[in-house]
């Protein structure tokens, strides 16, 4: 019998495979490699054919050279953290790739000089945000609160409520970020109620600011109090103000959510936000305030660690100045839309043979924001057998399981991803072709 090595292709005869060859050039030798050598193991233990082993490569090979899976996000939660946060507009996108090469990011092309990093990000942000004296950035929100703390209250302390004490993602709390700057916290009031008293009674010679946070991804009800920035403004020391999930201005479909323009109007020193929630944008913190505050920030040594790269200013620009953002057209979607479209869409399968239904849906904010808002939705509701084989689909399909469906949620599904969402779908659901006899 013969031996079953001497039956696997030859290492250089696969890579000189035309795609194969290509596929190195565009994602590097190394994953190429990898492919090839896997489809070698299967023609060893004889679950491969050798003359398919450069098929089984370069079927095998990522589109990318990352190991990141483009996903279809049908959760019905708008902003999902564990999805990447916001999904950026085609305008960001095209951004982030014109800014991938060199550019003038720090360099003024007029003059042949340096020039401010960021002025076309800084001046698109300080333009939606009027309110503000002077705007900043860093790589995310938690970094704008290191920030802010450090140039404040660093060997001083900061006052805050108790019931804004809060724990953020992945087990990470505020509190212990805020000490590790070298501050000390105040804390006043109870867990359920803080008055102004409270504050007032905790100032002194060593308070650096009053901080007040939104809890963002949890809401109290019931006899609970808390003082809003326009009494805290009252107290004669800087006032910051962490909104969290980055709304610049009062949302119809949020009226509860705090915004960085109406809590500047309100008296707040400096409000801090993220980019990549509500705004819509690349993962950033922003910092707006009163000038000459806003201007100690950025020059502080630590704000040199904090600061962004060329692709997210680029990508924040063009978020800041370009169309509605996908999460903005989430949140607006039209309830009649969408069940129309969920209607097509399960009708079309059903059409070919798939078990599938039309239901209202009911979507989220996610990201910590807008905890109790419900969004009105449509969900195409599908056996719940197939989440695990759509989640391993290129792109993957992600929806949630409820029961025995799984349901597609189309408020987080752009409707230009419709196709895209039944092909997935075709892939692992179309029942097979009767066997021939």
Known sequence: MTDPRRRVPRTDTLLADPRLAAAARRLGPGLVRRAVTEAQERVRRGELAPESAADAAAGALPPAATTLVPVLNATGVVIHTNLGRAPLSTAAREALLAAAGPTDVEFDLAAGGRARRGRGALA????????????????????????????????????????EMVEIGDGFRLPDLLRSTGARLREVGTTNRTHLADYRDALGPETGCVLKIHPSNFTTTGFVSAVPVAQLATLGVPVVHDIGSGLLRPHPALPGEPDAATSLADGADLVTASADKLLGGPQAGLLLGHRELVERLARHPLARALRVDKLTLAALEATLRGPATPVEQALTACPDRLAARADALAATLRGEGVDAQAQPGQARVGGGGAPEAVLPSAVVALPAALALPLRAGRPALVGRVHGDRLLLDLRTVPEADDGALLDAVRAVARPAPPART
């Open 124 to 163: 698109a942000l300080a333009e939606a945000v009027p309110e503000a004296g002077a705007v900043h950035l860093t790589n995310n929100n938690a970094a704008a609160l290191v920030l802010a703390a450090t140039v404040l209250a660093q060997g001083r302390d900061i006052v805050l409520s108790r019931g």
